[in-house]
């Protein structure tokens, strides 16, 4: 699992659980009108009404062909030739869920193994990817399967089915005790880096409760730590031998590719690996607990959040649709049953969540509420309970499951953009055949969501949840034991009354191999690089609204649907001297209603047009950002531009929404990451600068206690106004249509009559103080080392040759620090450095989560290697070839989709670029020197300059770092 924080908590069926992250609400249908903001409906523009779900269904397809070869590999090949890049992703039959006991971890610590090289390719995998420009390559482990996945230019195929190939037959002979003693350590550090986040030990206990010891699904896919410790090399080398044969795994190619192009070329590489064994199938039923049961730990978290937790079936029984949508509406979106009663209605919670986490064979059903403060928890739960009882008892309307199926495909139209990754087109059709043995079970799923009726989704859902409930409640407090011990095959929580073990999983028997009569291909050396097409970013097109606004365009229509974005010259550094956390409470309250929609209504709205309508911001612009399916375009523009003109400001709704951001910023003071966010930049720039703030934007919570309305809607007035707007569309539309449409709802805005504030960059920044300023955070497994520097360079400033001697030192998986720190010593999950680029004095960061008994080691180590860097042992060669070709060769991966595209246009018109500044960068990067980058980091990456701070547990850490030499203060973090 590589550099992928998603992976472990990823779910086992992107459709099912797109399903499920849908939210629908129990009011009624809220009608779209065509009129617009202004009432300045142009009569050429066509009608609001949503699409029917069944035109946005139509409009989600992946054509593919199928062929498999004598050994029984089955392949999958989708045509897309919207760019010159092919999505090659391979699924194996194999996950923890069939490791035995006493080997928890194993499916996902022989992934990490499989990155590490093969006896043809012998060095770390990621270096010829990178050669050749590959984009989203990456490795996951979950409960059914592992998979392996990278998006390559056309020209650069054949050597990644040489490399896929050559770790599926040609491994062993490379995976030696020392890559094991260090993979090891590796995925024990992902696990530790996990488990000291908060809530990262409710997945154990969610799993351990619902599954008796034994179970496939009792035990964590990252494995206990004693399991991990114990792996022998002919354990792993016997894991390969059982489960990763051509015959137990899916090659999808999508892409930039023909089915007769990919029979030659697979039939090459994979034609003369020989069969294996088959994955021997393991039973595992959906338990029933034998009585409802309850249980309190403890965590560094704002307020209690309370769980109820059922065992439910995978995608093998078809109740897991019914479940789903139930979950859906019952609390997935902004307009589900349990926002309405828990958040809005009562005000009891500050958030809640239900979703339908489904994998291959069983599932769970969570739903959870987090507290809002000074709440009764007892009031809480029975309010909670209450409202389960409640939608057991009555089910969805028919609006409800319109709406959650609309936007599911809406979601589903937007996925259809990207080739491969994580859950573009290659997954999804390789997870259908796996799973429900049929690459288009997207589409049946889809079809079946529209077609569910509400007695279907109210009785499979009261079935389920009628049964006993495991109710988790995690408080306030220090925790009372770690996630070093959990994650095993036959663990229990002490007290729990688990049942005893019941499922055990044999290893799977050795069978015969077949012998296939096709030529070994030649694996002497990697396949040549054939002809890698550039770059053709689309043109922009410009135009002005009547108003002023400026519009910027590019048309992309590979699937019926539009990004658009307007932007505003604000940002986090809007926010007033002392009012820091004003503009983040401004946006949270924009969400909840317009002076003519309700919160509610406004969320029932967008879930009717399949729109994705939302706020954000960084330290120096405001942005709104809308996905809308074609169809719905007209409707979806009016909601956003009410969105952003007219927000209602509700006095109720501020309070609520006042209480959710105290919340988060308690979050934040509690997640170790987050903890040295916030005190790095306040160190770096000052306090009084505008970036010398939060990152997160959330503030001071003093202030956002105090912050009046009037104070939003002044801000509002002042900063989101159309003379410091621009808008950015990018889709399957014209300019022309684009321009009518936004004639109508944005048009007649007018600025207000003062003029337009500015803001200014002038503070003084802090002369730098190298130091070490030690965040102490009890108990906590990991330590969190962050080092920052001001630069003099703007983000303004033409920053490729900067930005490129980071690459070397710490700003990809195969940099100096990562490959120290993670791939020799084993002592982090991954670290990286990074040269952020505001609008002006950008800055210098290294990132490095590292096990705690190891953080004074790991610091003299990145200081090291960046002394080293800066002072003699500059850039190699190869670290030269490999910085231009994987620079060069993946700019056309690098704008696959229309929201790839929307980014690239904002930096250029945001940073002042030229519009073909994409295309330009082929040249820079192949005119790079050693010497150049050498010359960059040695001016700006002063070692003797940065300001460490660390996170950690101050008992186990200060000692090592007062070896360091450098003055040490410590700070105490409340948490509060």
Known sequence: MRLQPLARFASASLIALSLAACQTTAAEPVAVSSALPGDNTDAQVASADPAPVSELIDAVSIPYESFQLENGLTVLVHEDRKAPVVGVSIWYNVGSKHEPEGKTGFAHLFEHLMFNGSENAPGDFFEPLQQVGATDFNGTTWFDRTNYFETVPTGALDRALMLESDRMGYLLGAVTQEKLDNQIGVVQNEKRQGDNQPYGLTEYEQLENLYPAGHPYHHSTIGSMDDLSSATLEDVKQWFRDNYGPNNAVLVLAGDIDTATAREKVTKWFGAIKRGPETTPVAAPVPTLPESKSKTIYDRIASPRLYRMWAVPGLDNPDFLP?????????????????????????????????????????????????????????????????????????????????????????????????????????????????????????????????????????????????????????????????????????????????????????????????????????????????????????????????GMEVYFARRDAVPAVSVRVAFNAGYGADPAGRLGLHSLMLSAMDEGTTSLSSSELAVAREQ?????????????????????????????????????????????????????????????????????????????????????????????????????????????????????????????????????????????????????????????????????????????????????????????????????????????????????????????????????????????????????RTGDSLAELRKDLTEYTSGKGVTEEELVRLINGNVRELPGQFETSGDVLGGIVNIVTYDRPDNYYETLSEKYSSLTAQQLDAAALGALREDQIVYVIVGDAEVVRPQLDALGLPVEVRETSGE
């Open 323 to 547: 479940l789903s949508m139930g979950a859906t509406v019952l609390g997935g979106l902004a307009s589900s049953r349990l926002d309405n009663a828990l958040v809005r209605e009562q005000q009891l919670a500050v958030r809640v969540v239900a979703r339908a986490e489904i994998f291959a064979q069983a599932g769970q059903f969570v739903v959870y509420a987090d507290a809002k403060p000074g709440v009764d928890q007892e009031e809480l739960a029975a309010a909670l309970d209450a409202e389960i009882e409640k939608f057991m008892a009555e089910g969805p309307t028919a609006g409800e499951i319109q709406r959650a199926t609309t936007v599911y495909a809406a979601g589903q139209i937007r996925g259809l953009e990207q080739v491969g990754g994580f859950s573009g087109k290659a997954p999804t059709l390789a997870e259908g055949l796996l799973y429900q043995g049929d690459p288009g079970a997207y589409k049946t799923t889809l079809r079946r969501a529209a077609a569910l009726t509400q007695e279907e989704v109210r009785d499979v859902t009261a079935k389920w949840l009628s049964r006993p409930v495991f109710e988790l409640i995690v408080e306030p407090g220090d925790r009372q034991e770690g996630g070093e011990n959990r994650g095993g095959f036959v663990i229990a929580p002490e007290g729990s009354g688990a049942m005893q073990p019941a499922f055990f999983i044999n290893p799977a028997a050795m069978q015969g191999s077949v012998g296939v009569a096709v030529p070994e291909a030649d694996r002497s050396q990697l396949p040549p690089v054939g002809e890698l097409k550039p770059l053709d970013f689309p043109d922009i097109e410009r135009a002005t609204l009547s108003n």
């Open 609 to 853: 047009l399949g729109a994705s309508i939302g706020g954000g911001a960084n330290a120096d612009t405001t942005f709104f950002s809308l996905d809308a399916v074609t169809p719905n375009l007209l409707g979806s523009l009016n909601l956003l531009a009410d969105y952003i003109r007219n927000p209602a400001f509700d006095a109720s709704e501020l309070e609520r929404v006042r209480a959710q951001q105290l919340t988060r910023i308690t979050n934040e003071l509690n997640n170790p990451a987050q903890i040295g966010q916030r005190a790095l930049l306040p160190i770096l720039y000052g306090q009084d600068h505008p970036y010398g703030i939060p990152p997160s934007g959330t503030g001071d919570p003093q202030v956002v206690q105090t912050v009046t309305r009037e104070e939003i809607s002044d801000f509002h007035r002042m900063w989101l106004r159309p003379d410091l707007a621009k808008v950015f569309v990018v889709g399957d539309t014209t300019l022309e249509e684009a321009v009518r449409m936004l004639e109508a709802s944005f048009g007649d805005w007018q600025p207000p009559a003062v003029p337009a504030p500015e803001k200014t960059y002038d503070a003084p920044i802090p002369q730098p103080e190298q130091r070490i300023i030690l965040l102490n955070r009890p108990n906590s497994p990991q330590s969190i080392i962050f080092g920052g520097l001001v630069l003099e360079q703007k983000g303004t400033d033409d920053l490729t040759v900067l930005q490129s001697a980071n690459e070397v030192f710490g700003g990809s998986f195969l940099s100096r620090i990562n490959m120290n720190l993670r791939e020799t010593k084993g002592w982090s999950y991954g670290v990286r450095s990074m040269v952020r680029a505001p609008l002006d004095r950008s800055y210098f960061m290294i990132y490095a989560p590292v096990q705690s008994d």
